[in-house]
């Protein structure tokens, strides 16, 4: 694999991107996170890319950021951490945000802001020796890189209070059982399991699934009123599409439709 701290390939539709530092378990340092930043914009304006998997090198996901780097003087640090989650959440939230499916593929460790990564995509596959650990009460932090927003609506409250409180090793088994991963498949296979239901969506309408993504992301805290507004807007966009156009065309001709659906993602 290239020495680059983050890969970058297109499997047919899809985009896959590896973590690749798994001497640190691909621990987000400067250079990880700068190609990871470019890698998620590469993807968003690159309108043949219709999924993406996100993985990592090495056996494991990510185990967090790394703390071994060069840290500012004291009276300065405060700031600094600051500036430095206020820049990831940049490149976080265009991940969570994406008009495209995201699929996280993890094995191994998915440790602290690794977790957060992970949870940032749509869809989670684990292998079975994936370890999921909200780990940053063991140094001392509160969950960072939106965890905090993200798991009680995964889990429900109280459960996530038990995982963060707790600091505790999640097992796959027991993450597919509380909802934090949609499946789990033996370490061989997890790339391949991930980019096989990434193509599910090659002949998706991309647009109407990332609308939809969009208004889903938001639904907790969008009032009914504005989230029927939203949901008009973007049905507006939808019909005027040469997709639907296309569709339509096919439905009156009872023809095989573009985007059939499938079965049960899961």
Not at 11 to 22: Q, S, Y
Not at 194 to 203: L, S, Y
Request: hydrophobic fraction near 45%.
């Amino acid at each position: 694999m290239s020495d680059s701290p983050v890969v970058f390939e297109k499997v047919g539709k899809t985009a896959v991107i590896t973590l690749n530092r798994p001497q640190r378990r691909n621990a987000l340092d400067d250079s990880i996170k700068d190609a990871l930043a470019a890698a998620i914009k590469a993807v968003r304006q690159d309108r043949s890319v219709r999924s993406v998997v996100l993985t990592g090198a090495g056996g494991h996901f990510c185990s967090g950021a790394d703390l071994k780097n060069k840290e500012s003087d004291d009276d300065e640090k405060s700031f600094a951490v600051r500036d430095l989650l206020l820049d990831a959440h940049r490149w976080h939230s265009e991940l969570m945000d994406l008009e495209k499916p995201v699929i996280a593929a993890v094995d191994g460790y998915a440790l602290g802001a690794g977790l957060s990564l992970a949870l940032a995509a749509d869809f989670v596959i684990a292998s079975e020796r994936a370890r999921l650990v909200s780990s940053f009460p063991r140094m001392g932090f509160v969950p960072d890189l939106t965890l905090l927003y993200i798991l009680p609506r995964l889990v429900g409250l109280p459960r996530a209070k038990e995982i963060v409180f707790s600091a505790r090793d999640i097992a796959a088994d027991e993450a597919l059982a509380m909802g934090l991963v949609q499946a789990v498949v033996p370490a061989e296979r997890l790339r391949e399991t991930a980019i096989e239901f990434a193509q599910r969506f090659d002949n998706a309408p991309t647009h109407v699934l990332g609308m939809a993504k969009g208004i889903l992301n938001r639904s907790f805290e969008t009032d009914r009123h504005a989230l029927t507004q939203l949901e008009a807007a973007f049905q507006g966009l939808c019909a005027g599409s040469n997709y639907h156009a296309e569709s339509l065309n096919r439905f009156l001709s009872k023809e095989a439709p573009l985007y059939p659906g499938s079965d049960r993602l899961f």
